[in-house]
């Protein structure tokens, strides 16, 4: 390649504020739920960038097709890739795409194709536009970038309302809040320049199991379950405690590790693979992004109720880790249901599509 940056370049990132903010020139856009992704094209050669600086390229082929239909000959555009079905997005679809298999990352572009929203410009022929403002840069974008059937250029707006509309309506559509640039703003790889909003919702959850911390034998995270008529589900972990925190959950929780296993409604879980020193794996446990990641656990009676944090659901299950807010001796584990959780309003991905 040759062009004014070459990959691997971090993205810029965004810090999380709990207002929308309504400062004079702000440019609004909806915060797009899928995998970060800075593309680099150089005629026929183009290559997907990720956050972590893996290249996407090999996991989503229909993308690469795509973008030299729709991108200039050379330029590095900042987006996402998103991966709809039916009227909203489905992220456990795109986390399909990371497999090893080509023919199975063949067979997935067919059926469950990516989609790439541009939303910065970052380089165009021989100029670099980092130092560029983003006002400038945007309205390159448009310019630059032709909508196509699976490329698109960002909704963007400078109007408050219509921002907190959007914030407010396009959940149901499966994106996750709103972003907000000034417009003098250059593009900071890695730095947090950005502001973004997004959905804050509690729950009361079952702690029915932890999983050991990497750095020796503190808790790392704790295990979360919901009832429901088929009993109680695995919907995700709450973890990110303070080191001392993580300590004292250990002495926490031993109390509720005797027995444990003794009608455990994960037993079957635990009788599928039992570890040497006796701790238990879930079913099929595998992390597609470090296949060396231990996913090992300790079942704990289902006794413990905590009050958690979240942004979303991704089917049944919390879309990103939960954070931990408090104990709640008050409530019964059996009362935790899927009942409680707020569901969005659906809403057509189309119309958030076409701007």
């Keep these: 390649m040759d062009l004014p940056l070459l990959p691997p370049v971090k993205p810029m990132l965004a810090k999380a504020v709990t207002r929308l903010p309504t400062d004079d020139g702000l ?6 739920d899928g995998f970060r992704c800075i593309v680099f094209r150089d005629g026929d050669e183009v290559e997907l960038g990720s956050r972590n600086e893996r290249p996407l390229t090999r996991y989503f082929p229909e993308v690469v097709a795509a973008v030299k239909e729709a991108l200039p ?3 590095v555009v900042d987006g996402e890739i998103v991966v709809p079905q039916g009227d909203r997005l489905h992220f456990e679809s795109l986390l399909q795409r990371i497999h090893p298999a080509k023919s199975r990352v063949d067979l997935l572009a067919e059926q469950t194709p990516a989609h790439f929203v541009a939303f910065d410009l970052l380089a165009l022929g021989d100029e670099s536009l980092l130092e560029t403002p983003f006002a400038e840069r945007q309205a390159r974008l448009h310019d630059a970038v032709r909508s196509t059937e699976r ?7 400078r109007d ?3 921002a907190q509309r959007w914030f407010e309506e396009f959940e149901g559509a499966g994106l996750d809040g709103v972003v907000a640039k000034a417009p003098d703003l250059p593009y900071g790889p890695d730095q ?5 909003v997004k959905h804050v919702r509690t729950a009361d959850c079952v702690v029915a199991g932890f999983r050991w911390h990497k750095s020796g034998p503190v808790v790392g995270s704790l295990l979360l379950g919901l009832y429901d008529d088929g009993g109680l589900q695995h919907i995700g972990v709450a973890a990110s405690f303070p080191m001392a925190r993580r300590a004292e959950l250990v002495e926490q929780l031993a109390p509720y590790r005797a027995d444990a296993l003794d009608g455990h409604p994960w037993q079957d879980w635990a009788n599928a693979e039992v570890q040497e020193n006796g701790e238990h794996r879930m079913p099929g446990a595998q992390s597609r992004w470090n296949a060396k990641k231990d996913l090992s656990w300790v079942p704990l009676r289902p006794e413990l109720v905590v009050e958690v944090k979240y942004d979303q659901l991704e089917g049944r299950r919390l879309r990103h880790t939960g954070q931990f807010l408090r104990w709640r001796p008050d409530r019964e ?3 935790c249901t899927y ?6 309003v659906r809403y057509d991905l189309a119309e958030v599509f076409s701007g």
Excluded at 151 to 157: G, M, P, Q, S
Excluded at 339 to 344: A, G, K, N, Y
């Design 192 to 196: 947090r320049l950005m502001v973004k």
């Design 339 to 344: 009942d409680q959780l707020e569901v969005p």
């Design 160 to 162: 408050v309302a219509t």
């Design 27 to 32: 440019f609004y856009e909806p915060k797009w």
């Design 151 to 157: 490329v698109h250029v960002t909704a963007v707006t």
């Design 73 to 75: 000959e050379r330029c």
């Design 333 to 335: 584990p059996r009362s």
